[in-house]
């Protein structure tokens, strides 16, 4: 997609400190930028001679049939980029075939979000008051999400400068809305890194995935893995999936980028669980690597903000329509037919 304008349009719309929350990353922001320069680095060996005359970039993800194998990744507080918020990311993402994974810190309800949106997961930061992320699990089954998404990366926030320069905090008339929470204001801070140190719990272990597969009776999808090891630790504890992500570089700067950690995490994982990769996917041939190198899907975080800030659930719909045609051209001229055919041996090891 033409990302550039993309970005340059929301930057225009959107007031500086809600744009910097959305584009930022973590110290120098290297992660950040390595995220869409992985992608970029990998080569293709296109096959020819195929009947490419019908192409289907359909696929399924835990089950749920998708259009396209890109899912709209989970971000916090949407309503800062666009008044419809969450609701109209949600609205869009279903127009377009695709899946909404819906953030605990929504600035929209689960229930609200649910009413309008298709396919759904809802994702999970798990709450120093257990009680609370409990009751959030079990409105999300019974608002028929279909699974969670359980978030690893952010036991603590990574250094955010632009958040901590804006002193960053939710517009007013907005708030953490699952749980009708405030966001504190800091001056010089970022309100955000202090609402995750007043509630959220760095207590996590491979023994709570079992626990909110119980509490919900969901699958467990574990988001914010980078290494194998990790990733086998994830599944022998009974993770569903795995999404390879370090957080759209937001949180550890220098951390590996997805693209460069998926094939260590294809390798430990193989066939136990579906394995997803975010972070850079910024076009329809970024899609159709990671699919080529074991991922189920990719998922897309800033275009979908991007979008949304520009568009409204039109432009969410619009975003992911160009990405389907962008993956359905690369994937012609690679001779595949289908997701399916879309092997490791169309990229360059
Ligand atoms: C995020 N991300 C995120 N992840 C999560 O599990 N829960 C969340 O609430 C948020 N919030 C959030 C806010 C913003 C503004 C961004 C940019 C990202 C991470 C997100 O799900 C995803 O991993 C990255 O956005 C993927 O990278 P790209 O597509 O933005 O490059």
Request: charged share 20%; proline share 5%; glycine share 10%.
């Amino acid at each position: 997609m033409d990302f550039e304008p993309l970005e340059a349009a929301a930057r225009e719309a959107l007031a500086p400190m809600a744009y910097d929350y959305f584009a930022g990353g973590s110290d120098d922001e290297e992660t950040l930028r390595d995220n869409v320069a992985a992608w970029r680095r990998i080569r293709l060996r296109p096959r020819v001679l195929r009947d490419v005359s019908v192409v289907d970039t359909s696929t399924t993800v835990l089950g749920t049939p998708v259009a396209l194998p890109v899912l709209v990744a989970p971000v916090g507080y949407q309503a800062m980029a666009h008044p419809g918020g969450e609701c109209d990311a949600a609205r869009g993402t279903a127009a377009a075939g695709s899946l909404y994974i819906s953030s605990t810190v929504a600035t929209m309800k689960l229930e609200d979000i649910a009413a309008v949106a298709g396919p759904r997961w809802m994702q999970v930061y798990v709450q120093k008051d257990r009680s609370m992320t409990e009751a959030m699990v079990q409105r999300a089954a019974d608002a028929g999400y279909s699974a969670l998404v359980l978030t690893v990366d952010l036991p603590v926030v990574g250094r955010r400068r632009r958040d901590e320069r804006n002193s960053f905090t939710l517009a007013p008339g907005l708030t953490v809305a699952n749980f009708g929470l405030e966001m504190p204001s800091v001056a010089g801070q970022s309100g955000l890194a202090a609402q995750v140190g007043r509630d959220m719990d760095p207590n996590l272990t491979p023994s709570d995935i079992a626990w909110l597969q119980e509490v919900s009776g969901l699958p467990v999808i574990v988001k914010g893995i980078l290494r194998g090891d990790d990733a086998r630790a994830a599944v022998d504890a009974g993770a569903d999936g795995v999404v390879v992500s370090n957080h759209g570089g937001r949180q550890l700067d220098t951390a590996i980028a997805g693209a460069d950690a998926l094939p260590d995490v294809v390798a430990a994982v193989g066939r136990d669980a579906e394995v997803y990769v975010d972070g850079g996917v910024r076009s329809g041939t970024d899609v159709l690597k990671a699919v080529a190198m074991g991922a189920r899907a990719v998922l897309v975080g800033r275009p979908m903000v991007w979008s949304l800030a520009t568009g409204g659930a039109a432009g969410v719909e619009t975003m992911l329509k160009e990405l389907q045609v962008e993956l359905a051209n690369s994937m012609a001229l690679c001779g595949a037919r289908s997701v399916g055919e879309l092997t490791r041996d169309l990229v360059v090891t």
